[in-house]
Nanobody
Framework: QVQLRESGGGSVQAGGSLRLSCVVS????????MAWFRQAPEKEREFVAA????????YYADSMKGRFTISRDNALNTVYLQMNSLKPEDTAIYYC????????????????????WGQGTQVTVSS
């Protein structure tokens, strides 16, 4: 059973920073691609960032480029999302996701490509 557990969410003022973490258990971490998605109230879940198995390739949604950084530590079975210059519109529940599938550069952004999900962590940005 693969389990993903997020942490690091919280409340912050606009312009502030947060670092989310997601620990993976039950599977060899180096064999899975990791991603972060988010879901705001009354909106669909959307892609935030993804990182391939080796950490050599990363992908970002356009609105997060330059502000968010995804990284992974395969020795700790952990993926991170460093979020800087946060805006009120970044308020959402952030989910960690994992998959063993091999996807295209476009496919890594699709919810359907991910088999395992965490419970989510709330991020609230106030103006």
């Amino acid at each position: 059973q693969v389990q993903l557990r997020e942490s690091g969410g919280g409340s912050v003022q606009a312009g502030g920073s947060l670092r989310l973490s997601c620990v993976v258990s039950g599977r060899t971490f180096g064999s899975v691609r990791m991603a972060w998605f988010r879901q705001a109230p009354e909106k669909e879940r959307e892609f935030v960032a993804a990182i391939r198995r080796s950490g050599g390739y990363t992908y970002y949604a356009d609105s997060m480029k330059g502000r968010f950084t995804i990284s992974r530590d395969n020795a700790l079975n952990t993926v991170y999302l460093q979020m800087n210059s946060l805006k009120p519109e970044d308020t959402a529940i952030y989910y960690c996701a994992a998959t063993a599938k091999i996807s295209t550069a476009q496919g890594v952004r699709s919810i359907n490509e991910y088999d395992y999900w965490g419970q989510g962590t709330q991020v609230t940005v106030s103006s």
